[in-house]
């Protein structure tokens, strides 16, 4: 059960990392493609439409961080507890 329990870990690990790189690219969008078009003043509704997609997309990538933090935290308490 130990190595089922260490590999949940891993790959964990790898989602999360990979969630993060996401993130960090979402962010980025934002501030670059959206931002600064809000600062010229050229808003149209293609612009708006890509906030709000961006802005979800942020939420839910948090929310998938969040739980596979709470599962890695969890994984390794029960990993060693159980030595």
């Given at each position: 059960m130990k190595?089922?329990?260490?590999?949940?870990?891993?790959?964990s690990l790898m989602l999360l990392l990979i969630v993060a790189s996401?993130?960090?690219?979402?962010?980025?969008s934002l501030k670059y493609e959206v931002e600064e078009v809000h600062v010229s003043s050229q808003l149209n509704e293609a612009v708006i439409d890509?906030?709000?997609?961006l802005d979800q997309m942020i939420v839910?990538?948090?929310?998938?961080a969040t739980y596979l933090l709470v599962n890695?935290?969890?994984?390794?308490?029960?990993?060693?507890?159980?030595?």
């Open positions: 190595i089922v329990s260490k590999l949940w870990i891993a790959v996401k993130l960090l690219d979402a962010y980025v890509k906030k709000k997609l839910g990538l948090w929310s998938a890695i935290i969890i994984m390794v308490r029960r990993v060693y507890n159980n030595q």
